[in-house]
Every structure is written in C-alpha cells, then in structure tokens.
C-alpha cells in the first residue's frame, strides 16, 4: 500500500499535470491545521488507504482521527475544506464538513475510545492520547464529489 507521503506526492503531481497550482502547507499549518495542500483557495488533506495491521494485506481501510497522539484535535477536525482519499489509482475528494457529519452519525463517542480496534469503533492506541477508528472506501464512497485519477485525465 502507498505511504501518505507518497500519496502526496502523487496528488500534486495529478494536479500539476492537469495545469492545477498545488501549494504546500507550511509544517504548522500541516501540523495544527491539519491539510497538507492549498488549491484554488481550499485546504486540502490527503489520505492514503491502509491495512488494519501495519505490514499485512488486508482490505484496504481509511484511518479516520478525531484526536491525535498528544490529545489535541485530529484531522477530521482541522482545518481542512477536503479530504482526499486515494483509492485504486485515484483521489475521491470528499467534502470535510460532510464527512465529519458522516462520522458523528455513524460513530459517536470519540471522546470515550475504547482499546480495542473494530470497524466504526473508536479505539485509542495503547501509551498515546489519540482517538481512531477506521472505515471501508465504501462508507465514503456515497459523499464523493470528485474523483482524480492519478496519471491521465
């Protein structure tokens, strides 16, 4: 599976192949606003598809944070206008605000996380402050409103 910094990597340069400006956040914006691009006026945070467990093949999953590792805001609560989430060779752009609707429907409790891993379940990873749980690309797939395919048009 691609790294998130690979999946970056291959954002800017879909964009850039299509003409698209691509700015980088600065290292505190990517830190305590959590987006790593500016486009046209948007933040922009890009996520890559994981495995459940680090090093195995499973099917492909999106970690989503509601609090991170020193129990300050995750991403999903950042500063962000847009996820992108890469998926099979391309970018499903997803809108922040809905999908944080999306999760608060779907998964509540973020402020309790419980220390066991389960899909829709908030789980905290056992000596950090975090708040995760994970999802399908299919949960998204409904609150898509663009895809970008990495190479071509």
């Known amino acids: 599976m691609i790294g998130g910094e690979e999946a970056e990597v291959l954002f800017k340069n879909a964009l850039n192949k299509r003409g698209i400006k691509v700015l980088p956040a600065t290292r505190s914006e990517n830190m305590f606003g959590h987006f790593d691009f500016i486009v046209n006026g948007k933040k922009i945070e890009v996520k890559s598809e994981k495995a459940l467990n680090r090093g195995e093949e499973s099917s492909p999953i999106f970690w989503i944070e ?3 590792v020193r129990g300050n805001i995750g991403w999903l609560y950042g500063e962000s206008d847009t996820v992108a989430f890469l998926h099979n060779g391309e970018f499903w752009a997803v809108e922040t605000k809905t999908l944080r609707r999306y999760v608060e429907k779907e998964i509540p409790g973020a402020s ?5 891993k389960g899909y829709k379940k908030w789980y905290r990873r056992w000596g950090r402050q975090d708040s995760i749980t994970y999802i399908y690309p299919k949960d998204i797939a409904p609150l898509v409103i663009q895809k970008i395919k990495i190479s071509g048009n």
Do not use: F, R, Y
Not at 112 to 116: E, H, R, V, Y
């Open 66 to 68: 509601a609090i991170n």
């Open 112 to 116: 309790n996380p419980g220390s066991d």
